[in-house]
């Protein structure tokens, strides 16, 4: 079965600074998406990016980006000059079989 | 074009009783899942619906069904509802089959069962 580990509970760092929040993942299959969803106080789900795995190119959606590592199963993001809105719960999920299978999440404080 | 609707948005029921749930997709989507939030589980995938078809099942009892409508809108049921129910429960619609087209997520409704 496939599953997805996020190993930070909880970040926090200053305004205008770069974080990087980890995810691993596990599946026998050879081809799948991946995305980060970000989720705010208002608990509305906002999908952040998404990157496709038979495309080696990592995806880029303005300051956020991910480092895919195939073969190492890992799906990290990048968030460069971090802004106070930011702040929210990060998950990383896995797509299979019409479903999303989820991380436990990443609790991101940006701090002015 | 409006987001994906879900009401009510709050809920408060006793053991015991049943709830329905509803969620609109945003107009032309025609895929709509269910997913269950908990502090203790995070984020479980209840069903898939597809063309008013399920097509995929989570791992809950058989307290919990949904169905689709012919204009995609979509309703989950629990019935004898359980403490262990309260949670958040998020609907999200697509364009066509499957996730790899970009879901959009309502706001969820927050049922709490006491």
């Known amino acids: 079965a496939q599953t997805v580990t996020q190993s930070q509970p909880e970040m926090s760092v200053q305004e205008a600074e770069t974080v990087t929040l980890s995810c691993t993942y596990d599946t026998s299959e050879s081809n799948y998406y991946l995305f980060w969803y970000k989720q705010p106080p208002s608990r509305q789900m906002i999908l952040v990016i998404r990157q496709e795995a038979y495309k080696q190119q990592n995806a880029t959606e303005n300051r956020f980006s991910v480092n895919f590592q195939k073969a190492a199963k890992s799906f990290s993001l990048k968030i460069s000059d971090s802004q106070l809105g930011d702040t929210a719960m990060y998950f990383c999920?896995?797509?299979?079989?019409?479903?999303?299978?989820w991380g436990a999440g990443t609790k991101l404080i940006i701090k002015p | 074009k409006a987001g994906v609707t879900q009401t009510p948005r709050y809920l408060i029921k006793t053991r015991g009783q049943q709830v329905t749930l509803s969620c609109s997709p945003i107009?032309?989507?025609?895929?709509v899942s269910w997913y269950q939030q908990t502090p203790g589980q995070g984020l479980q995938f209840l069903f898939e619906y597809f063309s008013e078809t399920q097509r995929n099942k989570g791992n809950f009892p058989g307290r919990f069904s949904g169905r689709q409508f012919s204009n995609s809108r979509s309703e989950m049921n629990v019935s004898t509802l359980e403490l262990g129910d309260s949670a958040l429960y998020l609907c999200a619609s697509s364009l066509e089959a499957g996730v790899n087209t970009e879901a959009f997520f309502g706001q969820g409704t927050r049922l709490t069962v006491v």
């Open positions: 107009s032309g989507h025609r895929s």
């Open positions: 999920a896995y797509d299979s079989n019409y479903q999303l299978i």
